[in-house]
């Protein structure tokens, strides 16, 4: 494994405040979220947005896409989960039953909707170049889609269950975000990352936030500065990986 499976900090984190600017819509029987850069209504550039285990439930992904949107990027979230997501109330609990929850999402119910959602932003909405943002669990799926005519850059945060084969398997410019605290991408598997991608040879990049653990990039404390800092500079390089890859 290039990063372990999802385990209980996947789980937790903090609900962040403010409301959506886009919509939410059904696109080939996938629940969908939406938005679009103010200023223009038909980009060439798009980023699929693949969620942690909290789906379209949790306000923060779709906070955070409205800021990819306000940097030029229309973005979309599907519901991976077929409104089957972990609860955020499971996330005050602390009582997320994830061992029976995953086996009901693998990838034979997930890459399935990840591609409607290419097809979709690639042939309905005629868009040329596409990125994938992934947190958590949808770090995977950015690099089991980042092939030609799929995914053209990839980006993740904290990212959970991707084997040693998915990473190898990138064949675009991918990014990483990675938590100091994290049981999950451990320092060890951080090292292992870095050997796989640099035998891949596309280009890379794995910045290390210090103090602080796995989610912090959509999840991450707003009230405690080092945490805010970190998830605001996660979500920059992000911008910047696009900005000059994509």
């Not at 850069?37 to 693949?50: G, M, R, T, Y």
């Not at 092939?147 to 998915?166: C, I, L, R």
């Not at 049981?183 to 990352?193: D, G, N, V, W």
């Not at 870095?194 to 912090?216: A, C, R, T």
Request: proline share 7%.
């Amino acid at each position: 494994m290039a990063s372990n499976p999802p385990a209980a900090c996947c789980a937790t984190g903090f609900k962040h405040d403010g409301t959506p600017a886009g919509e939410v819509k059904t696109i080939d029987g996938v629940e969908t979220y939406i938005v679009s850069p103010k200023d223009n209504k038909k980009p060439e550039k798009a980023v699929v947005f693949i969620t942690d285990v909290f789906g379209l439930e949790l306000t923060n992904a779709k906070l955070v896409a409205d800021e990819f949107a306000n940097n030029g990027y229309l973005t979309v979230i599907p519901d991976l989960f077929n409104g089957d997501p972990i609860s955020p109330a499971d996330m005050d609990t602390g009582k997320a039953d994830l061992p029976n929850w995953l086996p009901k999402h693998t990838t034979v119910q997930i890459d399935p909707i990840v591609q409607k959602s290419i097809k979709h932003v690639r042939e309905t909405l005629g868009v040329k170049h596409v990125g994938a943002v992934g947190y958590c669990f949808g770090g995977k799926y950015v690099c089991r889609f980042l092939k030609p005519g799929q995914f053209d850059v990839g980006y993740s945060a904290h990212p959970s269950f991707v084997t040693d084969e998915e990473l190898a398997g990138v064949a675009g410019p991918y990014s990483i975000a990675a938590a100091e605290i994290d049981s999950i991408f451990t320092a060890e598997l951080r090292h292992k990352s870095e050997d796989i991608l640099i035998k891949g040879g596309q280009p890379w990049q794995i910045n290390l936030f210090g103090g602080v653990s796995h989610g912090f990039a959509v999840r991450g404390d707003p009230n405690d500065p080092k945490q805010k800092f970190a998830k605001e500079q996660a979500f920059c390089q992000a911008v910047g990986w696009f900005n000059q890859h994509l």
